[in-house]
């Protein structure tokens, strides 16, 4: 193993790391909203309306993202309705097609995970808020939003991690991250090793940061669920001046 070489080549993959995070990031926004209406169409919407939630669920989840990257990229500007159309700008970008094609895919994955995270909590908390006095929509946003994000959070958790990892399929349409780099070093050099060795670190380092991250947040989540520590119960003891 050349050490030398692979640090260079680890400061040359970085130049990609911007592209790759602002890929993940803009794919994990867009698809967290088209999560939630696919969702909402699914729980609460007319039956023609769910029936096409599941078509979209089932085209996203039973064809393979580097598929529907190229239908993108490759396949609507062979349609002349989109290449007059206003959007074709955008569409004619391999960035926007990325963009477009880890959306739509993220957001029927992320679709079932909120449907879970929603359906997890027992319609006797949505009725005795409602009994209490609260409006639906108020009974949600205080009652059922924030227990269902915290049942979702360890599976939408693993949803971003592929996410960030299925970034790398954008360099197949021409676009320079993390593994644009790596294939045009390693054409540049023949030095599969150790160039495929630096970009996985670099992915590994990025996940690990993310792992963290979703960690921290389901740990302030689930604050009320871990035992209280006989430290904490010996001082709350003092406060109220009970005796054990």
């Not at 990609?16 to 967290?32: D, E, H, K, Y």
């Not at 060795?197 to 690990?208: H, K, P, R, S």
């Not at 119960?233 to 109220?240: G, H, P, V």
Request: with cysteine; aromatic share 10%.
């Amino acid at each position: 193993m050349d050490f030398p070489f692979l640090w260079q080549t680890v400061r040359t993959l970085s130049a990609g790391i911007p592209l790759t995070l602002l890929l993940a990031t803009l794919s994990v926004s867009i698809g967290v909203v088209i999560a939630i209406a696919i969702a909402s169409a699914r729980l609460w919407g007319p039956l023609w309306l769910q029936r096409a939630a599941r078509f979209y669920i089932f085209v996203f989840r039973g064809t393979p993202l580097l598929v529907q990257m190229f239908l993108i990229y490759y396949g609507l500007g062979q349609f002349d309705a989109v290449r007059s159309s206003p959007l074709w700008p955008v569409l004619r970008e391999p960035f926007w097609c990325a963009i477009l094609a880890l959306a739509l895919n993220t957001g029927a994955y992320g679709s079932e995970i909120v449907r879970g995270g929603l359906q997890s909590v027992g319609h006797g908390q949505r009725e005795a808020a409602i009994a209490c006095g609260m409006s639906p929509w108020l009974a949600f946003r205080r009652i059922v939003l924030p227990q269902a994000v915290r049942q979702a959070l360890p599976a939408y958790g693993n949803e971003l991690i592929l996410l960030c990892k299925a970034t790398s399929l954008a360099s197949m349409i021409t676009l320079m991250e993390i593994t644009g780099l790596a294939a045009k070093l390693i054409s540049d050099t023949y030095r599969v090793i150790e160039v495929f060795a630096a970009a996985g670190t670099i992915y590994l380092a990025i996940n690990f940061v993310l792992t963290r991250i979703v960690a921290f947040a389901d740990h302030r989540l689930t604050a009320h669920l871990r035992p209280v520590s006989a430290a904490k119960t010996a001082t709350d003891t003092r406060l109220t001046g009970a005796k054990p």
